[in-house]
């Protein structure tokens, strides 16, 4: 069989081995708490609160739809036109066309000129943020962390990149299939080493001291069955007035981490609640699920370019003579920016029903759905969320269920349906 043939088999295998895994692990069973909680538990909310929710996300959306579209512009006109091919070939020519420099310089200088252009979209973001008073940074603390942002972004980058090209170049024929467990492998690395590594370039982790809040989050972890190393506070406040919690790490690197923002903003019952979801996360293994989902993801993604590079008239338009050469690098965030729009949706379904199973896990593990209830309409209250957001949006990008499914997904525990 040729490698084309075997190509075709291996992303057979791996299509079915991702719906499986989806299938089997990601909770799609669960229906939505009941419309008539939610309505009753929307009227509830101060009518102020929810306006002040809805006026923010109006004021955010032609930034965010705004920077969306610009992006996608600049990948298609730099990716189905010989525009990114040529920029890649000029940035290379200095060192004499080597594929090392055209692979590195010209991978970065591609995605730089796209950042670049929708980084006024960014900028007034942060003009909103700051202007509903959410954001606490000023432009210094702000351009710090765009640097940070990008610093890190390059260096994961050079090592894909170069990754990348040095299996397409000493390996041609057979590179999908390195390229494809390179891919899965940078997921499983990223998914692990990147959040001990790169949280504290952003923030400043310290003990919580020691309390009864303290003591009553350890016990519930250990009541949980998931015991933590450690329980941090972020120095959020520095950056946001919003408020969030998460656990990371794994076995015996396991700890809570709670933003110094929820500790001010919150009662303790409520920051128990909110750590409760996040022990949903640990005992449920959804990071591993994630990793394990984007890892072949990645891979059939891989696969998927290799087959995609068969396609003649799309090298044509991108004025490339083979989809692995890193002058096609513009081309591939083309299909990547595709993709990743089109994906979106399905991603959110499965993020929100992985979260709507640890809301369940923290009622049923605090027993408490009225502390539950009051925590929701107070995380959407400080992070200006609108509580019942359009539909529309809703299903195209809502990583969490809505405040007022979590709302009513309490009444419903309280009713005793589980
Ligand atoms: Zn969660």
Redesign the pocket.
């Known amino acids: 069989m040729t490698p084309r043939g075997w190509a075709v088999v291996v992303f057979g295998v791996l299509a079915v081995a991702l719906a499986v895994a989806v299938l089997v692990l990601v909770p799609l069973h669960r229906p939505p708490a009941p419309r008539a909680d939610q309505v009753a538990a929307l009227r509830t909310l101060p009518a102020d609160q929810v306006a002040a929710g809805r006026a923010f996300h109006s004021a955010l959306r032609p930034a965010g739809y705004g920077s969306l579209l610009i992006g996608l512009v600049i990948a298609l006109a730099l990716g189905l036109t010989p525009l990114g091919a040529r920029l890649i070939e000029a940035v290379g020519r200095p060192f004499g066309g080597n594929w090392v420099a055209q692979a590195i310089l010209g991978g970065i200088v591609v995605v730089l000129v796209a950042d670049l252009l929708t980084l006024p979209f960014a900028a007034w973001r942060h003009i909103i943020l700051v202007r509903y008073e959410l954001s606490t940074q000023g432009w210094g603390g702000w351009l710090v962390d765009l640097l940070k942002g990008y610093a890190v972004s390059a260096v994961i980058g050079v090592v894909a990149l170069l990754g990348f090209y040095a299996i397409t170049h000493f390996a041609p024929r057979w590179w999908w299939a390195w390229g494809a467990a390179g891919a899965a492998a940078l997921v499983v690395l990223m998914s692990f080493v990147l959040p001990v590594l790169v949280e504290p370039v952003f923030n400043r982790f310290t003990p919580m001291a020691d309390g009864p809040l303290r003591t009553e989050l350890i016990q519930l972890a250990r009541t949980d069955g998931v015991p933590v190393r450690d329980v941090l506070v972020a120095d959020a406040s520095r950056r946001t007035r919003q408020v969030n919690a ?1 656990v990371s790490g794994l076995g015996p690197t396991r700890r809570i981490v709670v933003y110094d923002t929820l500790l001010t903003e919150a009662a303790p019952p409520e920051v128990v609640s909110v750590v409760a ?2 022990l ?2 640990a005992k449920d293994r ?1 990071v591993l699920t994630g990793t394990l989902i984007g890892a072949l993801g990645a891979a059939l993604g891989v696969v998927a370019l290799f087959l995609l590079g068969g396609w003649t008239s799309l090298l044509r338009a991108a004025g490339v003579t083979s989809i692995a050469e890193p002058r096609a690098f513009a081309l591939l965030l083309a299909v990547a920016a595709v993709v990743g729009v089109v994906a979106s949706p399905a991603q959110a379904l499965l993020s929100r029903h ?2 709507a199973r ?2 369940a896990h923290a009622l049923a593990l605090t027993q408490d759905p009225m502390t539950f209830e009051a925590m929701q309409a107070r995380l959407s209250s400080v992070n200006l969320g609108d509580p019942d957001p359009p539909r529309w949006e809703y299903l195209y990008a809502a990583s ?1 269920p809505s405040t007022v499914e979590r709302m009513a997904a309490a009444r419903a525990y309280a009713r005793g349906e589980r």
Do not use: F, Q, V
């Open positions: 998460y979801h996040e949903g996360h959804d992985t979260e640890a809301d969490h």
